[in-house]
């Protein structure tokens, strides 16, 4: 299962990577308008990858720990919590590459101190409290409050955010998708690898929903 959390953070490595110059680019040309519309459909991509593999230990979160023994069981919230931390993080985008790629390099430094400072007090308040989940909840607000006060800055600056219709219909294809596979392994009981597999499955309607212009877009994007 480090295996979806490797995915996962590559996908949304691999995408910044690619759109830290494109996003220099387009600021300087002042053509914000394409800047905002890849900037939602790169976002969409990004937090379907994410609410896929957020799904799939929120569903087999026990079963994932097992495997490593018995004595790990208890760790299964604090895994749903570390996952919901990467949604959240996929989830504002590339917030923080817009803020540095349009002359604001300055505003990682402050957020970096207020993530430290409410990231010591929340782990110093929290984990005599609740123990490793207290742990994973501070890490949790700290990725939390520092993409919200990007997403907030981003606003502020460019009047831009990443959200959208298709952006709530991801999150819908999501939740059906959880749902039907959560009823079906209440129903039948399958072994929790084949419902894992089943489950990644289903989930593929996440990405073949996605329009076909989006995607034509993106591929000449890449290969500008």
Known sequence: MDL???LASLILVAFNTIFAPTISSLYYKGNMHKLSYMYKSITKWVVAINLITFSLILLFSKDIMHLFGAEYMPGAEALILIALGEVVNAATGAVGLINTMTGHPEYEIYIGIVVILVGGFTNYLLIPI?????AALASLASVWLSNIIRLALVYKNHKMHPYNFEYIKVIGACIISFRIVY???SIFH?????DLFLFSGV??????????????????????
């Open 4 to 6: 979806l959390f490797i």
């Open 130 to 134: 609740w123990g490793i989940n207290g």
């Open 183 to 185: 009823i079906l392994k």
């Open 190 to 194: 399958i072994s929790w690898n084949i």
């Open 203 to 224: 989930y593929l309607i996440i990405i073949l929903g996605l329009s076909e212009v989006e995607k034509d877009i993106i591929k000449r994007w890449q290969n500008s």
